[in-house]
């Protein structure tokens, strides 16, 4: 624990003198209460209950003193706390290699359920987006906080070949800033590429001028990314988490299946797929997110319910005086009211 007025702390050099007070207050009673005949039939009438009571009322505003001298040093401290989190974006690979059977049922059907589970999970006012990315990615669900609306999504993924990871980030952080003039095609395709146009002209966004943010520091949203191989299309993978640091959107990327790689069957051709985890430790390092392997669906799982508690509550270095002064408003009416209970007087 901090202080941020650290000097204030010098008032508690008050409560021994207040002590010392108290100590010569009881001496002088003492001193009184030899005018009675015999002093022996004063402590029987007092009885050793009544003498420990007559000290816990001043002991107690005494502790309240003090911890309202702590409160006037304004203390800090690293808390959990919930965060802004308003917009969290599942940004899963679809591509052929996702059918293999290393992890039960295969990697797509534990990557669903993992991701269904995280999302009954969140509190009900977070937003949810879901992309899909294979060969080139795609928005399957624009955020909402209808949660049915969000499953069903996840149940449609449907397997594509090629892995183009970045492409998956761009279009992510374009549904995070749908007015922010991220264009999309260039990003993925380049700015000569041939590509189609769109239907409507005027849904082509405007390029906008943005000032660069410090990585991380966009709080109301996050995207998960999860993958089970590298990238053999689209954008380079680290150019587009560079795009996300630069907003300052953290990406939490999940990685799926064996680093070694395994020979994969889809649509009547095999390759060899491997789990590039350097690319994905890269991309959270840049953005200030963090990176989970899952070699299990019991891992996949528990690696989603570890997100949940990271995007729900962060460790926090935040000011905790009102703490202080609400414990030393509750001792001083503690003091107050237990002093009128045994005394009929205040102190």
């Known amino acids: 624990m901090t202080f941020l007025w650290p000097d204030m702390l010098w008032l508690l050099m008050a409560v021994p003198a207040l002590v010392a007070v108290y100590i010569l207050l009881l001496r002088r009673r003492k001193k009184e209460a030899l005018r009675y005949a ?24 005494l502790l309240a003193l003090a911890t309202m001298v702590v409160a ?44 269904k589970a995280f999302v009954a999970d ?14 080139t990615a795609a928005v399957v669900q624009a955020p909402t906080q209808n949660r049915e609306d969000i499953l069903a999504a996840i149940d449609r993924f449907q ?9 998956g980030i761009i279009v992510s952080l374009a549904t995070i800033f749908p007015d922010a003039g991220i264009v999309v095609s260039d990003s993925i395709y380049g700015r000569d590429a ?3 146009l769109p239907l409507d002209p005027g849904s082509t966004p405007e390029k906008k001028e943005f000032t660069p943010v410090p ?19 689209g954008p380079d993978s680290l150019e587009a988490a560079r795009m996300a640091a630069d907003r300052g959107v953290r990406v939490f990327t999940v990685g799926v299946g064996t680093p070694n790689g395994a020979v994969i069957g889809f649509e009547g051709w095999s390759f060899h797929a491997r789990l590039d985890e350097e690319t994905l430790k890269a991309i ?6 963090e990176y989970f392997y899952a070699g299990s669906a019991v891992n996949l799982k528990k690696v989603y319910q570890s997100l949940n508690a990271r995007l729900v509550f962060e460790k926090t270095h ?11 408003a509750v001792l001083a009416l503690l003091s107050a009211l237990l002093s009128l209970l045994w005394f009929n007087r205040i102190l």
């Open 215 to 233: 990585p991380g520091s966009y709080p109301s949203a996050a995207i998960i990314l999860l993958t089970d191989g590298q990238r053999t299309t």
């Open 318 to 328: 935040t000011e905790i005086t009102a703490l202080f002064s609400a414990a030393a």
């Open 122 to 135: 969140l509190p009900r006012g977070v937003r949810v987006g879901v992309v899909s990315f294979a060969g």
């Open 284 to 289: 959270a390092d840049l953005t200030r997110g």
């Open 38 to 61: 015999s002093l022996s039939l004063v402590k029987e009438a007092m009885g050793a209950g009544q003498q420990f009571r007559r000290h816990v009322p001043p002991l107690l505003f």
């Open 194 to 196: 041939r590509r189609p």
């Open 159 to 167: 397997l594509q070949r090629g892995t183009a990871i970045g492409s």
């Open 72 to 115: 006037v040093a304004r203390p800090a401290a690293i808390v959990r706390l919930p965060i802004r989190q308003q917009t969290i974006i599942l940004a899963m690979d679809v591509s052929g290699s996702m059918r293999a059977k290393d992890v039960e049922p295969n990697r797509l059907v534990a990557a669903q359920q993992a991701a």
